[in-house]
């Protein structure tokens, strides 16, 4: 009724269960069973601590994990691409030059916000930056002499 399979699968589930209560129940009746005033204190590398653990951080630190989170993820297409290169061809090269692409455009775009400066500037506000620098006063001035 059962593959071997299956019964190979059962014998590995149970066994990985076996283990897991065997080093627990070890831990619980081997391990020692002392309480004291000093044995809830924090305890690091010989040094007792001093202050407070709880330390604000300042955003760019979540930032910078955040843009190194997608960044990695776009290591993780391209290696995919690159293992695939002969398999996709061209389309797959104008695939993959049109993600970076973009991927370099918005990374472009973030440095010209300021997103990556750690101490910010009275004269650059981020929600203000204009992407293209473009100079409507030009264009403006031509479509008043119409």
């Known amino acids: 009724m059962c593959d071997i399979y299956h019964w190979g699968l059962i014998a590995f589930i149970v066994g990985i269960l076996f283990l897991c209560v065997f080093m627990l129940s070890c831990g619980y009746f081997l391990g020692g069973c002392s309480s004291s005033r000093s044995k809830n204190v924090p305890f690091e590398s010989g040094i007792k601590s001093i202050g407070n653990a709880r330390i604000q951080f300042s ?4 930032l910078i994990a955040m843009f190194f989170v997608i960044f990695d993820v776009e290591g993780i297409y391209v290696y995919a691409w690159a293992i695939s290169v002969r398999d996709v061809g061209w389309i797959g090269f104008s695939e993959i030059f049109i993600f970076i692409f973009i991927l370099l455009v918005s990374l472009i775009y ?3 916000i300021g997103m990556f400066d ?4 009275s004269s650059r ?3 203000c930056v204009d992407f293209f620098d473009i100079d409507t006063s030009r264009y403006l001035k031509k479509s008043n002499k119409r």
């Open 59 to 62: 955003v760019k630190f979540y």
């Open 110 to 112: 973030l440095i010209r």
């Open 118 to 121: 750690w101490i910010e500037q």
């Open 125 to 127: 506000h981020v929600h």
